[in-house]
């Protein structure tokens, strides 16, 4: 199993710990994420792997979903960590504006995370199950 116990510290509080001795780069720990998403006051990231796009100012771009028009990279056209969103905004003919702040953020995709956690636990992708 991996290599680590909670344990309670009177002066730090409760903390992860190891058992053994641990090589750089092993696993010590692993979890389910909580929620996926775009960080707060990101740039225009893709939906599926939030890797940074760029857009034009007037927000063109061809890094986009083919049904709901969102960010969406040429790697992760068949990405199920999207299909969620996808559905979502396609039934909602919400479409993605790609407007950009002068400080570099699109609050547009501020929405994705929250909605990310409304999906199922049997939704998400196996590579995190």
Known sequence: MFKSCIE???RCGR?????ETVIKGEIVIE???FARGPKQNS???CLGCYCGLQFDEDGDSLDRCGKCDWP???FCTDSSEHQLECKTFADANV???GNVG???VCSQLDCIT???DLKPKDSYPNDIE
């Open 8 to 10: 309670s510290d009177a």
């Open 15 to 19: 903390g992860l710990v190891t058992t």
């Open 31 to 33: 979890e389910i994420p």
């Open 43 to 45: 740039g225009i990231v």
């Open 72 to 74: 969406l990279c040429a």
């Open 95 to 97: 479409r993605f504006a």
């Open 102 to 104: 002068e400080d570099g």
């Open 114 to 116: 929250p909605l990310s």
